[in-house]
């Protein structure tokens, strides 16, 4: 079975550019979670979305945006792009909203982004 | 707001050699996890603790939750090269999954011949 699939891989954008990055979830699954990681620091919590709907956002600036299709895959918009935008973007995956024990998140690859 | 600490960042060690990472978290928690990553790489999952006194082994890497504490450690007896990696811990809010996971800085694990 697939896993959790993003593109692209890696990316490389100048400053104040706009940026899309791709998420796949595995199979069944309804929800999708992005996550940021600044190289040297743990992942940090950007959006949940399932069902379509937002259902979380984290303490990220109004120039970060994402939506959930009806096939559940994901996109994240970036605006405006910032040298400290410059991260591993993670991407993961569960069955439905993770509340319960069981419900686990299950991370992509990964996309690296680097602004120049 | 719930902030996850992890103790050491850093962490050279010798093969063969015992130590532990800790783990501290400031709110009640449903789920704590401990992660491994590779330099460029994403994010592999190694244990997921649910209740207090929880232990689980895989190897040489064991992990406990003390829910009463907030407080997990991760355990890595007679260390090898191979375990070398960043390790996070992340903290699953009580009630939550819409707030998403929150993880510690990592401990950065070297370990050497």
């Known amino acids: 079975d697939a896993g959790v699939t993003q593109s692209p891989t890696h990316l490389i954008k100048t400053r104040g550019q706009h940026v899309t990055l791709r998420c796949s979830p595995i199979?069944?699954?309804?929800?999708v979670s992005w996550y940021q990681q600044v190289l040297g620091q743990g992942p940090q919590f950007i959006f949940q979305y399932y069902e379509k709907e937002e259902r979380g956002r984290g303490n990220f600036p109004d120039r970060f945006s994402a939506r959930q299709f009806p096939n559940y895959s994901s996109e994240l918009n970036v605006n405006a792009l910032l040298l400290g935008d410059s991260a591993l973007y993670l991407c993961?995956?569960?069955?439905?909203?993770?509340?319960?024990?069981?419900?686990?998140?299950?991370f992509g690859p990964g996309t690296r982004l680097t602004v120049t | 707001e719930l902030k996850v600490e992890q103790n050491p960042l850093f962490l050279s060690m010798q093969e063969g050699k015992n130590y532990t990472i800790y783990c501290n978290y400031s709110?009640?928690?449903?789920?704590l996890y401990w992660y491994r990553q590779d330099p460029g790489k994403s994010l592999e999952s190694l244990f997921v603790l649910l209740s207090n006194g929880a232990v689980k082994q895989e190897g040489r890497l064991m992990a406990s939750l003390d829910t009463k504490a907030r407080l997990s450690t991760l355990h890595i007896t007679a260390a090898v090269h191979d375990l070398s990696a960043t390790y996070f811990c992340a903290v699953m809010q009580s009630g939550g999954g819409a707030d998403g996971l929150t993880f510690g800085k990592g401990t950065h694990l070297i370990i050497q011949p």
């Open positions: 993961a995956s569960s069955l439905h909203l993770g509340q319960f024990p069981g419900d686990e998140q299950y």
């Open positions: 709110t009640t928690s449903d789920r």
């Open positions: 199979s069944g699954h309804k929800s």
